[in-house]
C-alpha cells in the first residue's frame, strides 16, 4: 500500500534555481493537494486539484506552479525559489466530503 | 479571523492519563467537518477521528475521541490512557462543505509531549 509517493525526500537549492517536486497517488482519488509546512504556521494550501484537468490557488500560491499530469499524478513546480520557500511540502489526496486526505511522508527543502 | 484555534503550543502529560487538546473554530456554514491528525516527530501526517457537523454523537476511534460542542465551537481531542507512542504534534483542521470546492484549514498545532 504505496498510498501518495512524494519524490525527493530532501533537496537543497540555490537562490534563483528551478525544481519541481513530484507527487503520485495510488488510491483512485479525485482531489489532491500541495501544503506548505514552516514551524508555528500549521499546513497551508499552495494548490489543489478538485479533479483531473483542473487546479485551483491556495492560501500561499505565489511563485508556485502546478499541473495535474493526470489523475495519479500533481506536480510542484518552483520557478525560480527563494529562500522564503524553504519549508516542508506534502502532498496529499482525497475523495470529497468527510473523507480525511491521505498526506505523502513530505519534501524538506532548502533555499540558500 | 482565524479560522481555527488551538490555543496549547504545548501539553505535557504522564503515562496512562488523559488529555485534552483544544480546538475552536469559525464558520458560518452550517455543513462543515472537522478532523484531527497527528505528526510524529518523523514527520508523517496521521488521520486520527472525524465529526461532521451534524453527528448526532461525539466520535470515537480507539483510545481517541472527540468532545464536540457545537455551541461553543470547539472540537476538543481526548487522548485516554496516554503512551509514549503518543508523543507528537497534534493538528486540528475544518473543511466547510458549502463553501464552493472544500478544502481543509488546519490549525497551528499542539505539540504532546507524554512522559514515563
Known amino acids: 500500500n504505496a498510498g501518495v509517493t512524494q519524490t525527493p525526500k530532501f533537496q537543497v537549492l540555490k537562490t534563483g534555481q528551478s525544481m519541481t517536486l513530484q507527487c503520485a497517488q495510488d488510491?483512485?482519488?479525485?482531489?489532491m493537494y500541495w501544503y506548505r509546512q514552516d514551524p508555528g504556521m500549521g499546513l497551508r494550501l499552495i494548490y489543489y486539484?478538485?479533479?483531473?484537468?483542473?487546479?485551483d490557488k491556495g492560501e500561499v500560491p505565489n511563485g508556485y506552479n502546478v499541473s495535474r499530469l493526470n489523475k495519479r499524478e500533481f506536480s510542484l513546480r518552483l520557478e525560480s525559489a527563494a529562500p522564503s520557500q524553504t519549508s516542508v511540502y506534502f502532498c496529499?489526496?482525497?475523495?470529497?466530503?468527510?473523507?480525511?486526505?491521505?498526506f505523502g511522508d513530505g519534501t524538506r527543502l532548502s533555499i540558500l | 479571523a482565524q479560522k481555527i484555534t488551538q490555543t496549547q503550543p504545548g501539553m505535557f502529560v504522564q503515562e496512562k492519563e488523559a488529555v485534552t487538546l483544544d480546538c475552536t473554530y469559525d464558520?458560518?456554514?452550517?455543513?462543515?467537518?472537522l478532523f484531527w491528525y497527528k505528526q510524529p516527530s518523523s514527520g508523517e501526517m496521521i488521520f486520527l477521528i472525524y465529526?461532521?457537523?451534524?453527528?448526532?454523537q461525539n466520535a470515537t476511534e480507539g483510545r481517541y475521541s472527540l468532545n464536540f460542542q457545537k455551541a461553543r465551537k470547539s472540537a476538543n481531542l481526548v487522548i485516554s490512557a496516554s503512551q509514549l507512542g503518543d508523543s507528537a504534534m497534534y493538528f486540528c483542521?475544518?473543511?466547510?462543505?458549502?463553501?464552493?470546492?472544500?478544502?481543509?484549514?488546519f490549525g497551528k498545532g499542539t505539540m504532546l509531549l507524554v512522559s514515563p
Open positions: 496529499a489526496s482525497s475523495e470529497p466530503g468527510n473523507q480525511p486526505q491521505h
Open positions: 488510491m483512485n482519488h479525485n482531489s
Open positions: 486539484s478538485a479533479s483531473e484537468g483542473t487546479t
Open positions: 464558520t458560518s456554514d452550517p455543513s462543515y467537518g
Open positions: 465529526q461532521g457537523s451534524y453527528d448526532q
Open positions: 483542521a475544518m473543511r466547510e462543505f458549502n463553501s464552493g470546492y472544500s478544502t481543509l484549514t
